[in-house]
C-alpha cells in the first residue's frame, strides 16, 4: 500500500522523559474496552458513545472497602448519586455494599427505585423540603442538616408525625489546607457548630447522633482528612461531656481526587493523586489522635469521583481538521464540552482508537458545538488524524452522565462492558422526541 503524504511539522526536541511536567506522556492506542474493539462498540451503537467498565467500578469500590477495613473498625461507604446515578452504575455500587448518598428527593427516589431499603439512605443538601424529609423520615433515611431554618423544619416535620428521629449536623472547618466549603453546615472554629448541636439537645424534638464534614472536593493533600476527622471527632468528645450526646457516626464526606488531571496542575493526576490508602491513614490518624484506643464512632464515606472516574470513557469520531492562526492543528470531533462538563477543570487524556501515524505536534480537540468554548482538550501532542477516525476521551466516570447539559446535539448511547465482555445499553440516546416530550404548546399559537 502506498504510504499516506504526511505534511511537514516543526515541533520543539525535548530531552530526557521527565521534566517539571512530569513524565512525558506516550502516544498509546486505546483500540479495546475491556477486551471489546471500539470499533464494534461504535458499529453496535454509534458516536459519539460512553461507556462504563462494571470490572473497574467493582475494583475501585473494593479497592476503597478493603484499604477502609485495615484500619477503621466499623465504617460504611455511601455511594454519591450526583456523581454519576445511572442506574446501572449505582446498582453494581450497591452490590458492592454501597449505600445511598442523596442530595435531593429527586436522588432519593432513584435510590428506592433501585430497591434501597430508607436505612441505607444518607440524605444531605442545603435545601431539603417539608415533603422530601416526610418521605426520608417515613422510609427510615439519615437526615444531615445544613442550618438554622432547616433544623427548623425537620423539628417542625418531626413533630407533626409525631416521631423523635436519629438526626446528624453538617460540620464545616476553615482551618484546613483546602478552600474552605463553609457555605455548607454549621462551622466548628467559631462555634456554630456546637451551639446549633446545644439547641438540638435542648429542644429534644431530634437525637443527633451523627457529625457530617465534607471538606471538598478533589482535595489533593490528605492531611486535609485527619485534620478534619480530629476536629469533628473532639466536638463529638466534647457533647459526649457536657450534655451526654451518643456520637455513633461520624460522615467523613467524599472529596477524595481522582486520577484525573487538573487544568492548573503540572504533574498528571497519575502521579500526584494520593492513593485510597493514604486518605485512610489520615482518617485515621485524626481519630486516633482524638480517641486514642477508646472506642472510634462508625465512619461514613461518601466517595464519589475517585471511585468512578477511571471506570468511563467517551468515544468520538473525527469530523475534520484545520489548521488556527496561531499554528495549532484542531480537530473537530463529534462531542463536546455539552457531554463533557469536565473538560472545564481536568485536562483530560485523549487516546486515538486506530493506529496512527507521523509527528505528533501541538493539537486542539475542539466539538462540535456552534460555541467557542467548545474545547474537550486543549494543547496536546498528538499524530494526525482523518476524518472518521475515532478518539477515546479517558477518565470521564464522574460528573458528567449528571451535569451533562441537552444543547444543540442529543445525548448518546451509555454502555456497560461487563464482566465477560458482554455488553448493554443502559441509557439510550435522545431524539428529537425525548426533547420535545416535555414542551406545551398554548392553544392560542
Ligand atoms: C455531601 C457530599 N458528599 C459527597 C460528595 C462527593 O464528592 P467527591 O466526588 O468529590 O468524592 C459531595 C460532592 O460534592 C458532597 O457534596
Known amino acids: 500500500m502506498k504510504p499516506r503524504y504526511e505534511r511537514p511539522v516543526i515541533v520543539r526536541h525535548q530531552v530526557g522523559s521527565i521534566s517539571k511536567f512530569g513524565s512525558r506522556p506516550s502516544i498509546r492506542v486505546y483500540d479495546k ?5 471500539i470499533a464494534d462498540l461504535v458499529s453496535a451503537y454509534g ?59 429527586l436522588e432519593m427516589q432513584m435510590a428506592l427505585r433501585l430497591g434501597m431499603p430508607g436505612h441505607q ?160 491513614e489520615k482518617i485515621a490518624a485524626g481519630l486516633d489522635e482524638a480517641y486514642g ?13 475517585a471511585i468512578v472516574d477511571d471506570s468511563g470513557i467517551l468515544v468520538a469520531s473525527v469530523v475534520g481538521n484545520k489548521r488556527l492562526t496561531d499554528g495549532r492543528r484542531a480537530v473537530i470531533i463529534d462531542a463536546g464540552v455539552n457531554l463533557l462538563p469536565t473538560a472545564w477543570w481536568y485536562r483530560h487524556d485523549v487516546f486515538p482508537a486506530q493506529d496512527v501515524h507521523g509527528t505528533a505536534e501541538p493539537t486542539v480537540f475542539v466539538g462540535p458545538l456552534c460555541m467557542n468554548i467548545d474545547v474537550v482538550r486543549d494543547r496536546i501532542l498528538f499524530p494526525a488524524l482523518k476524518a472518521g477516525d475515532r478518539v477515546v476521551v479517558g477518565r470521564i466516570g464522574a460528573y458528567n452522565v449528571t451535569q451533562w447539559m441537552q444543547f444543540i446535539t442529543a445525548r448518546p448511547n451509555v454502555v456497560m462492558v461487563g464482566l465477560d465482555g458482554n455488553h448493554a445499553i443502559i441509557r439510550r440516546a435522545e431524539t428529537v422526541e425525548t426533547l420535545v416530550q416535555q414542551e406545551e404548546m398554548p392553544a392560542w399559537l
Open 33 to 37: 474496552f475491556e477486551g471489546v474493539p
Open 47 to 105: 458516536s459519539p458513545l460512553i461507556l462504563f467498565s462494571e470490572r473497574l467500578l467493582r475494583e475501585r469500590m473494593r479497592e476503597l472497602r478493603d484499604q477502609m477495613a485495615t484500619r477503621i473498625p466499623r465504617f460504611t461507604i455511601g455511594w454519591s448519586y450526583k456523581t454519576n446515578y445511572l442506574g446501572a452504575v449505582c446498582r453494581v455500587l450497591h452490590q458492592e455494599g454501597a449505600w445511598a448518598e442523596v442530595v435531593s428527593g
Open 121 to 280: 439512605i444518607l440524605f444531605n443538601g442545603p435545601a431539603k423540603t417539608d415533603a422530601e424529609l416526610e418521605m426520608a423520615f417515613t422510609k427510615g433515611a439519615h437526615v444531615q442538616m445544613d442550618h438554622m431554618d432547616e433544623v427548623a423544619l425537620v423539628e417542625k416535620v418531626a413533630e407533626r408525625m409525631g416521631i423523635r428521629p436519629k438526626v446528624g449536623i453538617r460540620v464545616n472547618m476553615t482551618e484546613l489546607p483546602t478552600q474552605s466549603w463553609d457555605r455548607f453546615g454549621f462551622n466548628l472554629e467559631n462555634g456554630s457548630a456546637l451551639e446549633a448541636a446545644r439547641r438540638i439537645v435542648r429542644r429534644g424534638v431530634l437525637e443527633i447522633d451523627t457529625l457530617h464534614i465534607h471538606v471538598g472536593t478533589f482535595v489533593q493533600d490528605a492531611d486535609a482528612y485527619r485534620l478534619a476527622a480530629k476536629g469533628i471527632a473532639n466536638l463529638a468528645k466534647q457533647l459526649r461531656d457536657e450534655s451526654n450526646v451518643s456520637i455513633d457516626t461520624i460522615d467523613m464526606g467524599g472529596g477524595f481526587a481522582s486520577r484525573n488531571t487538573l487544568q492548573s496542575q503540572y504533574l498528571p493526576g497519575e502521579q500526584a493523586t494520593p492513593s485510597f490508602s493514604q486518605y485512610v
Open 293 to 305: 484506643g477508646a472506642e472510634w464512632p462508625r465512619i461514613v464515606l461518601e466517595t464519589g469521583r
